[in-house]
């Protein structure tokens, strides 16, 4: 064979292995989620890599066997043939000619095995690293094909390749679906390249936190509600309406345990304005009742049919224990949704490392935010205050301080029983 073909072989196996490195990789490292919308788009090649994707079993074992396949015909033609051609005119070198087929074989190793690494190996490689999506959309098409034509023996590999991985205790599938923490992590690394901002990150974060954040750390407590008492004079309950400024009240008899219903302003004015006779009893409705059981997430499904936009937190006794709306959800997303002024459990930085919260703060944006370990008791309360009770061990006091992760939490002020204000401060060397 003539050594200009001996070379266009080598050469045209060598760009064959690439081939298959670079299918391979940018298969394997493709990101479904892309690739399912580039077949919505109706990219050519996309169905076939996203299905190739999705059972790297249907093209693994057709990928390695052609490249074993040309490892076996490179070493044939490279290993024996060249060498024999390098070793005649080495052999015509004196000082060189005792050792001439050795040298030619070593010589002949190294650059079939540099050109193989490069162009066969490494530079492939990148750009499947570099452009999976792009990559495995062209190359889906023909190793496919090549996994049809092989059929037979894909099938015999595979069914060897399971046997073996149940030798070894292992399913012989594994099509794992991403974790919630795989999915924050990709958050992070998208926020620290720049492809999120960061408050985007929050955003998302805090929206995959609502399916395990209770309704209980979002809701109004019973003793933050602004109500009224129906036997009030009609004088009482006119002045509550015009000062405060909320558009939904609940309605209770005497007490707050009592509740009797929710009222909307508005529509107690459009009576008056009317000319209609104030009157509660007609205005009053009767909102959703939800467990405190309930995630937040739950709470939206279930507000989003509701009339009111209100629903009423009952404990496993049935009493009162606070009321949740959607703008309550909305908050726990995207922050305070009032643009009247900042919000009342929005942590106010003091300096740095200190920070001012409010004893609502929700527990899990705390723990987020301070980057705290597993708390004492967790799941048992909802709130900063209610960490600091877990952390004390008793009703808390003005000036108890406590340390744990790291911070200093200091109570600055009581509202009753509530804490009401917390300074956290980081502990030196932290």
Known sequence: MALALQIFILALLILLN???????LALVSARRAMLSLMEREGVPGAAHARKLADDPQSFLPASQLGITLIAILTGAFGGDQLAARLEEPLSRLSYIAPYAAPVAVVSTVIVITFLT?????????????????????????????????????????????????????????????????ELKAILVEGAETGVLEMEERDIIERVLRLADKPVRAIMTPRTEIVWIDRTAPREDIVARLRTSPYSRFVVCDGAIDNVAGV???????????????????????????????????EALERLKGETLGIALILDEYGSFEGMVTAADVLEAIVGDADDSGPSAHA???????????????????????????????????????GLILALLLRPARTGDAIVFGGWKFEVLSMDGRRIERVRVTREAGE
Do not use: C
């Open 347 to 385: 942590p106010e930085p003091a300096a740095d490392s200190v920070y001012e919260l409010d004893g609502l703060t929700p527990v899990d944006e705390t723990k987020a935010r301070l980057h705290l370990p597993t708390l004492p008791n967790e799941g048992s309360y909802h709130t900063l205050g």
């Open 117 to 181: 690494l490069v162009f066969g190996e490494l530079v492939p490689k990148q750009l499947a690293l570099r452009h999976p999506e792009r990559v495995a959309t062209i190359m889906a098409g023909p190793l496919n094909l090549l996994a049809r034509v092989a059929a037979p023996a894909v099938w015999l590999l595979g069914k060897a390749t399971s046997l073996v991985l149940r030798v070894f205790g292992e399913a012989p599938e594994n099509n794992r679906a991403v974790s919630e923490e």
């Open 18 to 24: 690439g081939a298959f490195a670079l299918a391979e």
């Open 263 to 297: 009222v909307q302003a508005k529509e107690i004015l459009d009576r008056v304005l009317d000319g209609k006779e104030f009157s509660l009893a007609e205005a009053l409705r009767q909102p959703l009742a939800l467990p405190d059981s309930v995630t937040a997430l």
